[in-house]
């Protein structure tokens, strides 16, 4: 069974960066695609990105120009680089995958079987 676990939040000021990683053991990653979520306090989770197994990648929410994944099959991991963070972009982010032959990504919650503990995220004004 997969797990993963996040890694690289932290606290920034607005405009800055942070890259989120998600490493996976217990399986060949590569048969996984991989999305980012996050949930700010009183919000409901939503999707920020995800990959494909072939590496196409999708963005949600306003992360698309300041947020970009990649995956590193060969060191199991999941890369989130942010870019521009504002303070909106506060919250929990958790790394979720799921199994599949196919190539394409979901923004879906529901699709994703393996779930991280989350890294805490925080841009101050």
């Known amino acids: 069974q997969v797990r993963v676990v996040e890694s690289g939040g932290g606290l920034v000021q607005a405009g800055g960066s942070l890259r989120l990683a998600c490493t996976a053991s217990?399986?060949?990653?590569?048969?996984?695609?991989v999305g980012w979520f996050r949930q700010a306090p009183g919000k409901e989770r939503e999707g920020v990105s995800c990959?494909?197994?072939?590496?196409?990648?999708r963005y949600y929410v306003d992360s698309e120009g300041r947020f970009t994944v990649s995956r590193d099959n060969a060191k199991n991991t999941v890369y989130l680089q942010m870019n521009s963070l504002k303070p909106e972009d506060t919250a929990m982010y958790y790394c979720?995958?799921?199994?599949?032959?196919?190539?394409?990504?979901?923004?879906?919650?529901?699709?994703?079987?393996?779930w991280g503990q989350g890294t805490q995220v925080t841009v101050s004004s």
């Open positions: 217990g399986a060949t990653f590569s048969n996984y695609v």
């Open positions: 979720a995958a799921f199994a599949t032959t196919y190539s394409y990504c979901s923004a879906s919650a529901s699709s994703y079987t393996v």
């Open positions: 990959i494909s197994r072939m590496g196409i990648s």
